[in-house]
């Protein structure tokens, strides 16, 4: 058993992390500020006496008290639509808000995890993406306030393990979607399942020949508990290889959830052109290969939406 600090607790991602850690015995104490995360999201385990949430800026402090043996640093908008409207509330949390909770990590002599991302990656020439790719990622463009912050948070990870030998995993998390999504978070997963369910059409971007990978979140939350488990040093891909461009996601949701139209808007600035993990990695380092299709996570994410947003 362990006490885990989990930091963006409330959201998407941090939520099924919490259950999972909660259902495997674990103390959780989730420290989240709300912005893009919703209590809600605790409801299945709030009253679990191993279970604390505290509602705090880890930007500003993390007002918790250890011991942990644990800290997991989930803290950031994640959607783009969400850090396009927090530019700078998003660097401030990869930068000061990882600095702060790596602080913690340190005096509890506690192990951290830092939840990073494929866009560290930018818009990738090599393909698919390995973890020694170093990326192309456009420094000032809009995108840059998530990527740059996410490389500056691997950055200074990588720097307390040198400077100070705190014990640290840093996940790079590829596009994962599943229940507890926000109906309006701008992803494009919840945004089809939503127009679906309210049958309206899909907006696809550009001529939709851009691909993404998509993992189901119990995949990824097993793949983050191996890799926080095992000896895995330096960055490690967590992600669904299977990849689809954003045409073939719109296809695959009219024939399951539609018929629905296609509406296809304008490809924002920088979106990358494809994306698809090297997993390599993590199966050798910790066995960890996703489990759940495309079409078998889809079902349960278009119910939870459809009940929400019907
Ligand atoms: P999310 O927006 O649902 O969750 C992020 C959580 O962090 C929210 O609950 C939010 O309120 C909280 N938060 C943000 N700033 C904070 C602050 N200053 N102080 C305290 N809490 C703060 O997003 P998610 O999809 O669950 O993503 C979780 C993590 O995984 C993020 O760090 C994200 O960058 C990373 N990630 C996710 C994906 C994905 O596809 N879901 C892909 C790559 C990386
Ligand atoms: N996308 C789309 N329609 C939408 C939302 C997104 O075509 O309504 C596209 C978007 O341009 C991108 C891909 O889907 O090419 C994935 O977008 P998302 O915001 O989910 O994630 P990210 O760009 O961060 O991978």
């Not at 959780?28 to 709300?34: C, E, F, H, K, P």
């Not at 306030?145 to 990870?157: C, F, G, L, N």
Request: a negative charge.
């Amino acid at each position: 058993m362990s006490r885990i600090l989990v930091a963006g607790g409330a959201g998407f991602v941090g939520s099924h992390l919490c259950a999972f850690l909660l259902g495997r015995g674990d103390e959780v104490v989730a420290v989240d500020n709300l912005i893009t995360g919703r209590v809600e999201n605790l409801e299945e385990f709030v009253d679990d006496p191993r279970f604390e949430f505290v509602k705090a800026d880890v930007i500003e402090e993390v007002p918790v008290g250890g011991p942990f043996d644990s800290v997991l640093n989930l803290a950031s908008p994640a959607s783009p639509k969400d850090y396009f409207a927090e530019p700078i509330a998003t660097l401030e949390v990869g930068s000061r808000g990882t600095k702060n909770l790596l602080d913690v990590a340190r005096a509890q002599n506690a192990r951290f995890l830092m939840a990073s991302t494929s866009e560290v990656y930018g818009d990738p020439l090599v393909h698919p993406q390995t973890e020694d790719y170093r990326g192309n990622v456009n420094p000032t463009g809009v995108r840059s306030v998530y990527d740059e912050a996410k490389r500056y948070a691997e950055a200074i990870t990588a720097s307390y393990a040198r400077e100070f030998g705190v014990e640290v995993r840093i996940a790079r998390i590829f596009n994962t979607y599943g229940p507890r999504m926000r109906p309006e978070d701008g992803r494009v997963v919840s945004t089809f399942l939503t127009q679906a369910a309210r049958g309206e059409p899909l907006t696809v971007y550009g001529d939709g020949s851009q691909t993404r990978s998509f993992c189901y979140v119990d995949d990824l939350v097993a793949g983050l508990v191996g890799l926080l488990d095992s000896d895995a040093e330096g960055p490690v891909n967590l992600g669904n290889p299977g990849e689809f461009t954003i045409a073939e996601l719109a296809k695959i949701v009219d024939e399951m959830f539609g018929p629905v139209e296609i509406r296809h808007e304008p490809l924002p600035e920088d979106d990358p052109m494809q994306r698809k993990p090297d997993i390599s990695r993590a199966q050798k380092l910790f066995g960890w290969v996703p489990k759940v299709e495309l079409r078998q996570g889809l079902p349960p994410t278009y119910d939870a939406i459809r009940d929400e947003v019907l």
